[in-house]
């Protein structure tokens, strides 16, 4: 009989699919990986596995303890199912702005979830700065230990991406990958797979895909911290501040993608290729077509897609919501 001991052993070993339209476009072989089979929907249950299993080595997570984190609402989803399976408990600090998708699942999995006002990282009422108050707030009164997963800063992100999704890259491709390409939340993702990928072959091209008015397109072109023009409705990435995890990763590339160039993708692949996914992935695969530009016909380039579209229907397949920002509305959305 073949069977998973637990859900943590179903995070991981995603497979890689071939993204046809693009691939034919670019004259490249462009494939994404396929992270929404994760159990919590997302690339994110690899860093909340990754944080938990450092934390309890370190002797930082006892049973009945609690894991404090801010986030985008990914982060949170996988530590609150984590923390459900190894007998935890999860507080999970994320901004108002982020979509009733993640809001409702969060609290379908029971999570204690804390909704602050979207605000900048100087504000202390961002939700990063609400998560580590937080959580000295609940070490003081509890008795089982308390720990703030800190994805940002927490290397133990970058490593699960660096021995996990860099290494099944690495894997899958049989050592043919040229270049691999994803946008930035903490970074954790980009390290890794850039650290495991140059580690096989120096050579693997590394791109960064940044969302409008993010700053590490910048910083890794002249080394200034500037964010490009505009803004984005895609969750989970975009950064104005160099993370310890970002501080790890080797670029060799790095473009802003806007919204209204990058969704098209989206709507392409869930009509014609019957995938439907988040904005982050959109970003990524807009960056992939770059770097197949750069490296030219030929090559062998890898993404990830991070999530699934459901998580984002009230925004990314809503007509009424597209229209007052402004963007591309589908086809078959169109009222
Ligand atoms: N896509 C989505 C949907 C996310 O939630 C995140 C993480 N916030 C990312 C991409 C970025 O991943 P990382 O944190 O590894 O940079």
């Known amino acids: 009989m073949q069977s998973a001991a637990d859900v943590t052993q179903l995070i991981g070993n995603t497979p890689l699919l071939h993204l046809r339209q693009v691939s034919e476009r670019t004259g490249c072989t462009i494939l994404g990986k396929a992270e929404f089979l994760n159990p919590g929907g997302s690339v ?21 303890g609690r894991i404090v984190e801010g986030t985008a609402g990914n982060t949170g989803i996988g530590l ?7 007998g935890y408990k999860s507080t999970v600090v994320m901004p108002m702005t982020q979509s009733k998708e993640k809001i409702d699942t969060l609290e379908l999995l029971g999570a204690d979830l804390h909704l602050v006002p979207a605000a900048s990282y100087a504000d202390p009422g961002h939700y990063i700065h609400t998560a580590e108050r937080l959580a000295q707030d609940y070490a003081a009164k509890e008795a089982n230990g308390v720990i ?21 890259i690495w894997r899958q491709t049989d050592g043919k990958v040229d270049g691999f390409i994803c946008a930035v939340g903490t970074g954790g993702t980009l390290a890794g797979v850039s650290q495991a990928l ?16 993010a700053s590490l397109t910048s910083y890794f072109s002249g080394g200034e911290l500037a964010p ?11 950064i104005n501040h160099v993370t310890g995890n970002i501080a790890e990763a080797q670029v060799d590339h790095a473009w802003t993608l806007s919204d209204r160039e990058s969704l098209p993708y989206l709507y392409d692949l ?17 960056g992939a077509v770059k770097l197949a530009e750069e490296l030219g016909p030929g090559h062998t380039i890898v993404t990830i897609l991070c999530d699934y579209g459901n998580r984002y229907q009230s925004k990314l ?19």
Request: proline share 5%.
């Open 44 to 64: 994110k249950d690899r860093t909340a596995l990754g944080i938990i299993r450092a934390a309890e080595a370190a002797g930082e997570l006892k049973p009945g």
């Open 228 to 238: 490009s023009e505009g803004s984005s409705i895609v969750e989970g990435i975009g």
């Open 148 to 168: 703030w997963a800190r994805q940002f800063d927490n290397l133990a992100n970058m490593h699960i991406h660096r021995d996990t999704t860099g290494e099944e």
């Open 80 to 86: 609150t199912l984590l923390a459900n399976a190894l």
């Open 198 to 213: 140059k580690a096989h072959n120096p050579k693997v091209r590394i791109g960064l895909a940044d969302p409008c008015g």
């Open 317 to 335: 397949f809503n007509p009424v919501f597209l229209q007052n920002k402004d963007l591309p509305i589908p086809a078959w959305l169109d009222i």
């Open 270 to 286: 869930l009509q014609h290729e019957g995938l439907c996914l988040g904005g982050s992935s959109a970003i990524n695969i807009a």
